[in-house]
T-cell receptor, first 114, second 113 residues
Framework: KAGVTQTPRYLIKTRGQQVTLSCSPI?????VSWYQQTPGQGLQFLFE???????NKGNFPGRFSGRQFSNSRSEMNVSTLELGDSALYLC?????????????FGQGTRLTVV | GESVGLHLPTLSVQEGDNSIINCAYS??????FIWYKQESGKGPQFIID?????DKRQGQRVTVLLNKTVKHLSLQIAATQPGDSAVYFC????????????FGTGTQLKVEL
């Protein structure tokens, strides 16, 4: 069974640009969550999508957005990039639609903003 | 809101010794407390969880202890091996909150040969 796949693995962008990251969950998993990981702030929850609807949202500015498609694949978008957006962005999928302690994480997309 | 913090950023142990990683949390309303392991270049991986109405749970070579009185959680790894070298995160989860996890800052476990 394939794991969670995130693309691309690495990305370099310039301040002011926008970026789109992609996540394919484990087959059958309908919940997809996104996290930002930085050395200073650790792992922070961005948002969760379930059945194409945003179900939870963390404390990030509106420049961070996401969506989920009917096949459960998800994308997150960051507009007007800032240097502080440099981070590892992790996607996690979960099986239980009610919520689950066991999330399956992808390897992440390393975003560098210069 | 919830906050979760680990006591030590780095822990070094000898191979074969037992490791204990500690974590403190603030929100008593959390339903589950969880430990994740993150190896270099990989995403976090679930290790074990414990429900809030329990005080101890054992897995394979790992034991999680929960002390709700002082809001403290610990992960014990028996006979630590080189493959245990990773960053360990504690996290909290609340029922009804979907799949949102609140993570602590992480402890780097280094296993010395």
């Amino acid at each position: 069974k394939a794991g969670v796949t995130q693309t691309p693995r690495y990305l370099i962008k310039t301040r002011g640009q926008q970026v789109t990251l992609s996540c394919s969950p484990i087959s059958g998993h309908r919940s997809v969550s996104w996290y930002q990981q930085t050395p200073g702030q650790g792992l922070q929850f961005l948002f969760e999508y379930f059945s194409e609807t945003q179900r939870n949202k963390g404390n990030f500015p509106g420049r961070f957005s996401g969506r989920q498609f009917s096949n459960s694949r998800s994308e997150m978008n960051v507009s007007t990039l800032e240097l502080g957006d440099s981070a590892l962005y992790l996607c996690a999928s979960s099986l239980d639609p009610r919520g689950d302690t066991e999330a399956f994480f992808g390897q992440g997309t390393r975003l560098t903003v210069v | 809101g919830e906050s979760v913090g680990l006591h030590l950023p780095t822990l070094s142990v000898q191979e074969g010794d037992n490791s204990i990683i500690n974590c403190a949390y603030s929100n008593s309303a959390s339903d589950y407390f969880i430990w994740y392991k993150q190896e270099s270049g990989k995403g976090p991986q679930f290790i074990i969880d414990i429900r809030s109405n329990m005080d101890k749970r054992q897995g394979q070579r790992v034991t999680v202890l929960l002390n709700k009185t002082v809001k403290h959680l610990s992960l014990q790894i028996a006979a630590t091996q080189p493959g245990d070298s990773a960053v360990y995160f504690c996290a909290v989860w609340r029922a009804g909150g979907g799949n949102k996890l609140t993570f602590g800052t992480g402890t780097q476990l280094k296993v010395e040969l």
